[in-house]
């Protein structure tokens, strides 16, 4: 049977992480949260300068509020999931997150301030 035309020969596999604020985030006066979310983005800003978090940044304008951010990794799903349990927000429960592998058409991304191959070329399985 001839290959479906509309499934691409190749796939780029990103590892993806969305944060979200869980239901049960605890509060926390202005300056601590202030003082969290600085470590937070230090945290970020130095997974970057290690080149294991490739891109990321808040959303706006989102259907659902709960969802705060977005990020790629170079890393397989295990590894992000291990240094986003790591970040403080995360570990203050301020954040919850979820990890996925993102399938998209073959060099449809790109990103130009990393020095380091991102994702993963595979090919969608005959069936």
Not at 18 to 30: F, H, I, Q, T, W
Not at 74 to 98: F, I, N, T
Request: aromatic share 8%; hydrophobic share 40%.
């Amino acid at each position: 049977m001839p290959r479906n035309p509309d499934i691409p020969e190749a796939f780029d596999v990103y590892t993806v992480v969305v944060l979200r604020r869980p239901a049960d985030a605890p509060e926390m006066p202005d300056d601590e949260l202030d003082a969290l979310q600085a470590r937070h983005l230090a945290y970020r800003a130095e997974l970057g300068r290690r080149g294991v978090l490739v891109v990321n940044g808040p959303f706006g304008e989102q259907s659902d509020a709960s969802y705060r951010g977005m990020s790629i990794f170079a890393c397989d799903p295990a590894e992000a999931a291990k240094v986003s349990d790591a970040d403080p927000s995360v570990a203050a429960g301020r954040l919850a997150y979820d990890v996925m592998e993102w399938w998209v058409r073959a060099d449809s991304l790109a990103f130009p301030l990393t020095d380091r191959v991102v994702g993963d070329r595979r090919s969608m399985p005959d069936e």
